[in-house]
């Protein structure tokens, strides 16, 4: 995965989830749904209209299961299948 695309998922959670420690999100591991208190079922779409919006692409609905959200890694992996170049 691309490292910027990674540090700009990563500025996209801490700025949706109003996250103040923005160390709380390491690194590509980091896991995501479960760990984080502040990722619940509601702040999940807003983290999806998010990065919709940050990246220029629509999420589709089949796309949107667990393991998307499992790390900040597979979140910044699918980015970067899907982002408009």
Known sequence: ???????AVKDVIVETLGIEDRGRIE???????????ELDSFAVLS???AIE??????IDDSDFTGEL???VGSLAQFVDRNRLH
């Open 69 to 71: 959200f499992e790390t």
């Open 27 to 37: 690194g590509a591991a980091t896991p995501l749904f479960g760990n984080i208190p």
């Open 47 to 49: 983290l999806a209209a």
């Open 53 to 58: 919006s940050r990246f220029g692409f629509q």
């Open 1 to 7: 995965m691309n490292s910027s695309t990674l540090e």
